[in-house]
């Protein structure tokens, strides 16, 4: 079955530690993301990808970095310069890039859950 | 920039229908989503809206006036496993022009009671 893959699930990370999610995607989708959520709060976009090799910024990038060399495949790394990194973290993708009609549809990934200690 | 208003929390009884509102403002809109997340889950696509009036998918409806820059999602007949998070989001310019990103609101949480 298609789908997207994170992973790990858990994540206990010390201070001043950089951390990777992994996210993998078997849909064919061109377009990937990552979304930080919060206790309470909506997701707030942190990096998109467009194509391979290409990436922007969403809107809380600071302390975050991506890389896309693969189609399927967008991890996200979580930088100590990261102040408050304790989140759920999803990934998503979506075969539409950027047509002004029609639904972008997001398939999400089941969540990485970071903690600080 | 993009901000959504939802209620914060609704209850409501199984065989209920619920109404979940959405208003939004943004610049330039490209149409209206529902998703509905599961504590500890991934969000789920439930619904778009592009164009005014009602879109009935099985017992969950979704409408949009665009006017009023105004949404809401409708479930009827309620079940216990309905009880979730559910977002509106519009479809906002990102810094690729032409690229459309997803803007989710605060989440709206259902309690449904026997």
């Known amino acids: 079955d298609g789908g997207i893959t994170q992973s790990p699930k858990y994540l206990f990370r010390k201070e001043g530690q950089n951390v990777t999610l992994s996210c993998e995607q078997n849909l064919n989708h061109d377009a990937m993301y990552w979304y930080r959520q919060d206790p309470g709060q909506g997701l707030r976009l942190i990096y998109y990808?467009?194509?391979?090799?290409?990436?922007q910024k969403g809107d809380i990038a600071e302390g975050y970095s991506v890389s896309r060399e693969k189609k399927e495949s967008f991890p996200l790394t979580v930088t100590s310069a990261q102040k408050n990194p304790t989140a759920f973290y999803l990934c998503a993708s979506s075969t539409y890039r950027g047509a002004i009609s029609g639904a972008n549809v997001l398939t999400f990934g089941a969540g990485s859950r970071l903690t600080v200690l | 920039g993009q901000s959504l208003e939802q209620p914060s929390e609704v209850t409501a009884v199984e065989g209920a229908i619920v109404q979940i509102n959405c208003t939004y403002q943004t610049s330039g809109f490209y149409g209206l989503s529902w998703y509905q997340q599961h504590d500890g889950g991934a969000p789920t696509f439930l619904s778009y809206?592009?164009?005014?009036g009602l879109e009935e998918t099985g017992r969950f409806s979704s409408f949009l006036s665009r006017s009023d820059s105004y949404g809401y999602l409708l479930l009827q007949e309620l079940q216990m496993k309905d009880s979730a998070s559910y977002f509106c989001?519009?479809?906002?310019?990102?810094?690729?022009?032409?690229?459309?990103?997803?803007?989710f609101g605060t989440g709206t949480r259902l309690l449904v009671s026997p």
């Open positions: 989001a519009v479809r906002a310019e990102g810094r690729n022009t032409g690229f459309q990103k997803l803007v």
């Open positions: 990808s467009q194509i391979v090799n290409d990436f």
């Open positions: 809206n592009a164009l005014d």
